[in-house]
Each structure stands twice: as C-alpha cells, then as structure tokens.
C-alpha cells in the first residue's frame, strides 16, 4: 500500500478489520518526501485519525518538512532519524538538534522517538531532555515475527514473575528486556 493511493485509508481500515487489531494500536510511518504534495497528505492524514491510526513522521530532521507544515498536520509522533543520535551526546551539535526536535514535539504536544540508540549515554541524555520512547541495538537488533514472539513471551514472563521489575541496564548494567 501507498499513503497517496486514492484509497489508502479505506485499505488501512480493511487491513484492521480483517485482523481485529484495534485502531489505536496501529502506527503508521510516513518520511517527511510524502509531505510534498502538502494538501492530499493532510486529507489522508485527517482521514487516517478518523479511522483512529496514529501516524509518526519518520526520520524526523532529514526531509522536507517545515515549521509552517508541520503544525498543521495530523500527526501523533515525531521520530528523531538516527544520524541525528548516533554521535549524541558527543557531538554538541547534533545533541543541539535532538534537543531542538525534543522541544518543538513537545511543544506541539507529539510524542517523541529516537531511532538508532545503542548506548547508555545516548538513552540518558535523550531520557534526560525529555524524550519518550527509543528504538535502536541498545534493546534489539530488529526481529522476525517468530523471534519477536519469543522475546515479547520471555519479556512478559520475566515481567510477571520478577519481583524488582522496576531494574533497568542504567540500574544493573545488565541488557533492558523492555521494548520502548
């Protein structure tokens, strides 16, 4: 499926139905190249919150969104790209932008996510500045479905039968079983 197909949010909502999976627990990512034809993407954007789908702007900072275009967009998250993380917190500059892209979601009242973390200093520093939710090598190399089903069953179970599940890698210095 394509986000400019004519008939994009009619297949999104069949996709839903014919798996039963709640709308609110699907979140669609769209690169900032989608947002150049500006009018269709805010209609498909509206009709995507109608069906109840989140929607996150991908590689945040990389593209062709602007300031006056991204405030008018029905969007749930900004993901901040991973080129931006990679040298955070040692480069001062790139920990300027993450900071900045950090502010303006919050601002704008969006969620907020940081794509390529794979070290502790980089957690803490975006925890640090407010950032909500990490994806990256620092929890997970990426999974197929049948291994994401295995570490999902060992989180929870580790979970339900931990009796200090508030311990983390920064606590520990052991690997987080957490998914954020």
């Known amino acids: 499926m394509q986000f400019v197909e004519a008939d994009f949010r009619q297949r999104v909502a069949a996709e839903l139905e014919h798996s039963g ?3 609110h627990l699907l979140e669609l990512e769209i690169t900032e190249s989608v947002l150049q034809s500006l009018e269709d993407s805010k209609r498909i954007l509206k009709e995507l919150k109608a069906v109840g789908v989140s929607v996150a702007i991908d590689d945040f900072g990389t593209g ?5 275009v991204l405030k008018d967009l029905a969007v749930d998250r ?12 040692a480069l ?3 920990s300027a932008v993450c ?3 950090i502010m303006l979601a919050k601002s704008l009242m969006l969620g907020i996510t940081a794509e390529g973390v794979e070290e502790m200093e980089q957690v803490a520093f975006l925890r ?6 990490f994806q990256g090598y ?19 179970s580790t979970q339900n039968s931990s009796p200090t599940p508030s311990k983390t890698r920064a606590a520990t210095g052991k690997p987080r079983k957490a998914i954020r």
Do not use: V
């Open 128 to 133: 640090e500045n407010g950032c909500d939710t």
């Open 21 to 23: 999976l709640p709308p």
């Open 78 to 89: 900004l993901k901040i790209d991973r080129s931006f993380i990679c040298n955070t917190p």
């Open 92 to 94: 001062m500059q790139d």
């Open 99 to 101: 900071k900045a892209i």
């Open 64 to 68: 062709y969104s602007s300031m006056a």
């Open 138 to 156: 620092f929890y997970s190399r990426p999974l197929d479905a049948a291994a994401l089903e295995h570490y999902l069953q060992q989180y929870f």
